[in-house]
């Protein structure tokens, strides 16, 4: 695969994600389901750390991953099923056969890309980190300012993008917790 093709290649998954994390993040704030709309939060939050990843910003991710993805939707969906909001069957929305067919048409098209990316294997060239680089950051901006740097000055789009989808997030919240109160008086 020549660099041509997999900037292509680059292009599509970044704009893939990127599509995968609106629409999750628009699926979260329409469901009725307190679980499902948790469960469709973390594809969210597991899609920005995939496009954390594509802008070398591998730590952001990791702690995307570690942090929301991890521990603090750990703690929502434990709060959520101490309150028992519903039923056990309310906690899925793929229903019927669309669904499930979706769900095997995205499941087949993430095995292809395994399987491409396993033939490919890592790319050289400029999407691939310099072996110093990283040192090169610690050494001249710390720890800290090594992340903060790009994040605040480089990815100051993606980090903002990421302020409003948790914004989303939260007003999503809000409006699942009146919901639930209302019906409940």
Known sequence: M???NFGLFYQFHFYLFGIIAIVSAVTFVTRRSPVAAAMWLIVTMFCLAAEYVMLDA????????????????????FVIMLLNLGEASDITDVRGIGGKLLAGFVGLILIAEVGVLSRTGIPSGKYVVARDFLSQQLATYGAVGAVARPLYRDYSLAFELTSVLLL?????????????SSSAR
């Open 2 to 4: 020549s660099m041509d």
């Open 58 to 77: 591998q730590f952001i991710a990791a702690m995307q991953v570690l942090l929301y993805a991890g521990a603090i939707m750990v703690i929502f969906l």
């Open 168 to 180: 989303v997030a939260i007003a999503g919240a809000v409006i699942l917790g009146r919901k639930e």
